[in-house]
Structures are given as structure tokens and as C-alpha cells.
T-cell receptor, first 108, second 113 residues
Framework: KNEVEQSPQNLTAQEGEFITINCSYS?????LHWLQQHPGGGIVSLFM???GKKKHGRLIATINIQEKHSSLHITASHPRDSAVYIC??????????FGAGTRLAVHP | KAGVTQTPRYLIKTRGQQVTLSCSPI?????VSWYQQTPGQGLQFLFE???????NKGNFPGRFSGRQFSNSRSEMNVSTLELGDSALYLC????????????FGNGTRLTVT
């Protein structure tokens, strides 16, 4: 059983829509990571958070420690946001447990 | 500042051979971690090094090993390659050991035939 569950697996949106990707984890964490992977494989770290909320441009990440749940929101989505978004639970020392990823396609 | 550099980008090997992959972290980063990505299993943690010491290891057979040098560069080695070792191998570096953002390299795509 994957200890990190993401939903949805696939997401299609029209440009400008508000997008939410959810992540649930089952073990205690030191940090929850949100990553973005474009075709070709390169991974970019979007957020690392252990409490509350973080915002960077059009991206917002929230975490609820009691419910072991995190969300990634994209406001005013754009075709360049099309990528796979992955959440990962850090068990310490960068020993990440990854979710299966959410494949997002944003159409103009 | 230069990013994380992984070499080579692509590699084709035959079953039974061994392979060594290299990762040069961002200058000043002392933690290097390695991950394997396959279509079937997704991303999985291999191991993490901090100041030349392996701090954590994932659930992989002993054929997978690594090391870190005094300049923080890291190598991972896979011996007796199997078809199932075909994957994208990613390394990431960070300032500390688990509480700093990770910076990923572009990966080495290994194909075992």
C-alpha cells in the first residue's frame, strides 16, 4: 500500500481555471514536498512545507497536519503548467516516499 | 550558480554488466540523495549521503551502492545489471539533511538490454 496517495491521477483543465491536487499521507512527516516534472524527466521542487500555507506566484500549497492532508492549488492555470505534479513525504534525511503523481494538461 | 549535474544523460548496458552514474551537487550542498523512476514503480528512494556518510537507504538489493567524495560529488553503482534496472536515475542535492529544499539533476536514463 502506497503511504502517499494523490488525487486525481489525471486532470484536464481549460486555461484560466483554478486547479486543486490533493495528497494524503499515512506516516508522520518532517516535511511534505510538492514537485513538478516536465516531459523529459527534469524535476523541480515547488514547495517544502511542514505546516500552514505557502505561496509562490500562482501556486499555493497547504497542509493540515492533524488530517495528514496537503493540497496544491494553481490559480489562473496556463498551458505551461502542464506537467506531472508529485507530492512526497519526507521521512527524514531526504528519504522521500512519493505519490504516484497527477498528470495535468491545461488547454488553451 | 550551476545546478545539479548528472552524467551521463543516457546509457545503454547489457544484462550482467555494471554501471557507474555520477552526480555533482550545487556548490555548498553537502547532501546528495538518489532516486529511481520507472513506469511501474514510480519514484523510489535509493540512498542519501551527507558529508561522505550514508545516512539512509531505501529498499533496494545490495547490487545498488553509492558513495560520496570529500567535494560532495556522489556516484552510484549498479552491479550485475538486470532488465528491471532500466530506469531514470535522479539525484538531488540540498544544503542540509532533510530540512532544505531539494534541487534535482536532469537524470541519467539507463537502458539494460
Amino acid at each position: 500500500k502506497n503511504e502517499v496517495e494523490q488525487s486525481p491521477q489525471n486532470l484536464t483543465a481549460q486555461e484560466g481555471e483554478f486547479i486543486t491536487i490533493n495528497c494524503s499521507y499515512s506516516v508522520g512527516i518532517s516535511a511534505l514536498h510538492w514537485l513538478q516534472q516536465h516531459p523529459g524527466g527534469g524535476i523541480v521542487s515547488l514547495f517544502m512545507l511542514s505546516s500552514g500555507k505557502k505561496k509562490h506566484g500562482r501556486l499555493i500549497a497547504t497542509i493540515n497536519i492533524q488530517e495528514k492532508h496537503s493540497s496544491l492549488h494553481i490559480t489562473a492555470s496556463h498551458p505551461r503548467d502542464s506537467a506531472v505534479y508529485i507530492c512526497a513525504d519526507s521521512g527524514g534525511y531526504n528519504k522521500l516516499i512519493f505519490g504516484a503523481g497527477t498528470r495535468l494538461a491545461v488547454h488553451p | 550558480k550551476a545546478g545539479v549535474t548528472q552524467t551521463p544523460r543516457y546509457l545503454i548496458k547489457t544484462r550482467g554488466q555494471q554501471v557507474t552514474l555520477s552526480c555533482s551537487p550545487i556548490s555548498g550542498h553537502r547532501s546528495v540523495s538518489w532516486y529511481q523512476q520507472t513506469p511501474g514503480q514510480g519514484l523510489q528512494f535509493l540512498f542519501e549521503y551527507f558529508s561522505e556518510t550514508q545516512r539512509n537507504k531505501g529498499n533496494f538489493p545490495g547490487r545498488f551502492s553509492g558513495r560520496q567524495f570529500s567535494n560532495s560529488r556522489s556516484e552510484m553503482n549498479v552491479s550485475t545489471l538486470e532488465l528491471g534496472d532500466s530506469a531514470l536515475y535522479l539525484c538531488a542535492s540540498s544544503l542540509s539533511n532533510g530540512y532544505s529544499p531539494l534541487h534535482f539533476g536532469n537524470g541519467t536514463r539507463l537502458t539494460v538490454t
